[in-house]
């Protein structure tokens, strides 16, 4: 299994146990990588019109946005996934955070008025990770 990052997260995700990590925001580890079978994009933006090249035929790309343009015309199958709502498992992971099992990397941290401008930074890639919103 690849993970995908950006490449300043890599030592983090490497922890996680995938087989390998890959900078996306790096084009030499992207031109690097084997033919692919499938591709979760939980992001979209210009990076998975730089991986779609690597699925192979029939590969599967799931998508919480939706047939991205780069998918046009490829023999490949883009499937629409999104997660539901799980009170018992947001509490297990809300537990693993409190005791240290499980942490999240923070790039920004903006004020809850703030939360139309996070979001639109969020949409275009330019939070450079996650972004948590206080009060």
Same mark, same amino acid.
């Not at 692919?36 to 690597?54: F, N, S, W, Y």
């Not at 297990?92 to 008025?113: Q, W």
């Given at each position: 299994m690849f993970a995908g990052? +950006? &490449?300043?997260?890599k030592g983090k995700a490497s922890e996680l146990g995938a087989d390998q990590v890959v900078g996306i925001d790096d084009a030499g580890e992207i031109a690097g990588l $084997?033919? %692919?079978d499938a591709i979760a994009d939980t992001v979209g933006h210009e990076v998975i019109g730089q %991986? =779609? $090249?690597k699925l192979k035929p029939n590969g599967v790309l799931g998508s919480v946005l939706g047939r991205p343009k780069e998918a046009e015309g490829k023999n490949i199958r883009v499937e629409a996934f999104m997660a539901s709502p799980n @009170?018992? %498992?947001l509490r297990e992971m809300a537990d693993a955070v409190r005791d240290g099992k499980l942490t999240i990397p923070i @790039? +920004? +941290?903006m004020k809850l008025s703030q939360a139309g401008e996070a979001q639109q930074l969020a949409e275009s890639g330019g939070a450079g990770? &996650? =972004?948590l919103l206080i009060p």
């Amino acid at each position: 299994m690849f993970a995908g990052v +950006r &490449k300043d997260q890599k030592g983090k995700a490497s922890e996680l146990g995938a087989d390998q990590v890959v900078g996306i925001d790096d084009a030499g580890e992207i031109a690097g990588l $084997p033919e %692919l079978d499938a591709i979760a994009d939980t992001v979209g933006h210009e990076v998975i019109g730089q %991986l =779609i $090249p690597k699925l192979k035929p029939n590969g599967v790309l799931g998508s919480v946005l939706g047939r991205p343009k780069e998918a046009e015309g490829k023999n490949i199958r883009v499937e629409a996934f999104m997660a539901s709502p799980n @009170a018992a %498992l947001l509490r297990e992971m809300a537990d693993a955070v409190r005791d240290g099992k499980l942490t999240i990397p923070i @790039a +920004r +941290r903006m004020k809850l008025s703030q939360a139309g401008e996070a979001q639109q930074l969020a949409e275009s890639g330019g939070a450079g990770g &996650k =972004i948590l919103l206080i009060p």
